[in-house]
């Protein structure tokens, strides 16, 4: 099982949006809710260049980043998070049905750490794909490859759980089964597609798999 992070097993939508809006007002850019929401799930070098244009360079990348996830992970700590309805029951239950789990997130490994560690569900996984992992965010399949490849799981035998239109389609250039948590009533081609993990069957997971 790989599973994406924001916006499938918790919603964090709003931290990284304060965090986002606060650290680029320090760069003396201001942010609307709409830029931001068009490129949430991205990678943070694909989101500044976005904003910022072409031009900018990997120092001030990497310093803005560094700047807003040290803020993001402040939020979490202060506010807490809870794990998405039904979420954290599939976790717990596959994890006890000797399922192997990962996050694959275009998150910074330390903000999935926090995350991980802030809704109590760290001890469920055995492994984790990160920002730092891959050279391309999704759509490219790349961050799900390894997170089967670290479980020892092959793509045909792996399910990808997601949010985003980009995810599903890196789960279908990676071979794998995908489920789809259609929080905002977007249409997304997954084997299966649900309003809330809560409403999945209790086989949903085990029959990808027949």
Do not use: C
Request: aromatic share 8%; glycine share 8%.
């Amino acid at each position: 099982m790989l599973w994406d992070l924001d916006g499938t097993l918790v919603d964090s939508e709003q931290y990284h949006w304060q965090a986002w809006r606060e650290t680029m007002a320090g760069e003396g850019v201001t942010l609307t809710f709409d830029q931001f929401r068009a490129t949430f799930g991205w990678r943070n070098d694909a989101i500044l260049r976005q904003w910022l244009g072409d031009q900018i360079d990997t120092p001030r990348i990497d310093r803005i980043g560094a700047s807003k996830e040290e803020l993001y992970r402040s939020l979490v700590r202060a506010g807490g998070l809870a794990p998405l309805d039904g979420a954290a029951d599939w976790v717990r239950r596959l994890h006890q049905d000797g399922w192997l789990q990962a996050v694959a997130s275009s998150a910074p490994r330390l903000n999935i750490d926090v995350v991980m560690d802030v809704i109590g569900l760290a001890d469920q996984f055995q492994a984790s794909a990160s920002a730092e992992d891959v050279a391309r965010g999704k759509p490219d399949p790349q961050v799900f490859l390894v997170a089967a490849s670290r479980l020892g799981v092959p793509p045909s035998r792996a399910i990808v759980v997601e949010d985003a239109a980009a995810g599903i389609e890196a789960a279908h250039r990676a071979n794998m089964r995908s489920v789809a948590v259609r929080r905002d009533g977007a249409q997304l081609p997954a084997d299966i597609v649900v309003r809330s993990l809560a409403d999945l069957p209790l086989d949903a997971f085990s029959g990808l798999l027949r």
